[in-house]
């Protein structure tokens, strides 16, 4: 029988432990039998999990078992997994293991080495200080999972879901996924990835001591986006030529000044169709788009989905 072994770690999420134990322990094959036994083994005999504790009745030696191994993700992203866990997990890829990270976990699985040079992912959230401790991962920040055939990795929280529904697809086909999706109360493909989850484009609160020149202007953009609003008028709103305004920009936020504005006008236009009946064209108006095909194309290109489609999805889910 199939091994999934779940890798519990000092300080675990325990939402993203728990999703593969229940995604991948309720598989009925059509012959009735289970598809996979499932095992969580501890860095330690009790480890962290948030408000709570979880007790572990293997260590890492049954990783040695598996055949599936899931690392799920870590509340503090900037504490290195033990030393054994990543040579535990170094020698399950040599033998042929395949190896999920969920949201977070992928910090476990880069400092392994495992993703050099591989498509991965993890929460949006995290995804700058993923890229600072590994640039040599190419990290996907806009996808719910990738898949690069022993290694896989997942974003956040329900994110998770939808990977195990992939490899259980991988393992037994897309009837017993399906069912699996069904008894999870989930659909087994979701439209769009993780970017339609993305806050963009929000300027962070600093200390006074932190702040930079570029702070006043990104608060005027902010608070004029729904204008009609050039490039000529930011560059003179911070009182400085266009080219030293494009310099400071790339070196603060990795964007054009446009491309903050279109990232602000969209992030604004999320939350208007979360919380209004607005049509599509007069959110697109309301948030300083000139017509409402640029608007359906910017909010489709940075978020992955059509204005309709992500109004049907978070409101669907505030209705909830």
């Given amino acids: 029988m199939h091994v999934v072994a779940v890798l519990a770690l000092p300080d675990t999420i325990a939402f993203d432990l728990a999703t593969p134990i229940e995604a991948f322990g309720r598989i009925r094959l059509p012959s009735g039998a289970p598809g996979y036994r499932v095992v969580v083994c501890g860095s330690q005999p009790e480890v962290s999990a948030g408000l709570f504790r979880i007790a572990t009745d293997h260590g890492l030696d049954t990783l040695a078992e598996a055949d599936t191994i899931i690392v799920p993700g870590l509340n503090d992203v900037s504490v290195d997994a033990p030393e054994e866990v990543l040579v535990a997990l170094t020698a399950a890829h040599s033998r042929g293991v395949r190896i999920a990270s969920i949201?977070?976990?992928?910090?476990?699985?880069?400092?392994?080495?495992?993703?050099?040079?591989?498509r991965a992912t993890t929460h949006w959230i995290a995804a700058e200080s993923f890229r600072a401790r590994f640039p040599?991962?190419?990290?996907d920040a806009d996808v719910l999972y990738v898949d690069e055939g022993q290694v896989l990795t997942s974003a956040g929280a329900s994110a998770g879901l939808d990977l195990c529904l992939h490899m259980i697809a991988r393992?037994?086909?897309?009837?017993?996924?399906?069912?699996?999706?069904?008894?999870?109360?989930?659909?087994?493909?979701?439209?769009g990835g993780q970017a339609q989850f993305i806050l963009r484009n929000r300027a962070a609160v600093k200390h006074i001591a932190e702040r930079t020149e570029l702070d006043d202007v990104l608060a005027w953009i902010e608070q004029e986006a729904h204008r009609d609003v050039t490039l000529h008028d930011i560059?003179?709103?911070a009182s400085v030529s266009i080219r030293t305004l494009n310099r400071r920009f790339q070196a603060e936020t990795g964007q054009t000044p446009m491309q903050w504005l279109t990232g602000v006008r969209v992030r604004h236009a999320q939350q208007l169709l979360e919380s209004t009946s607005y049509g599509v064209e007069r959110v697109g108006r309301e948030v300083g788009f000139a017509s409402a095909a640029?608007?359906?194309?910017?909010?489709?290109?940075?978020?992955?989905?059509a204005p309709m489609n992500y109004r049907n999805t978070f409101r669907e889910r505030m209705a909830g």
């Fill in 294 to 305: 640029n608007f359906r194309e910017q909010f489709r290109r940075l978020t992955g989905v």
């Fill in 235 to 237: 560059a003179a709103r």
């Fill in 171 to 191: 393992d037994y086909g897309a009837a017993v996924a399906a069912d699996a999706a069904r008894l999870a109360v989930a659909p087994l493909h979701r439209s």
């Fill in 136 to 139: 040599a991962v190419d990290l």
């Fill in 103 to 118: 949201c977070s976990g992928a910090f476990v699985l880069a400092a392994t080495g495992l993703l050099d040079g591989k």
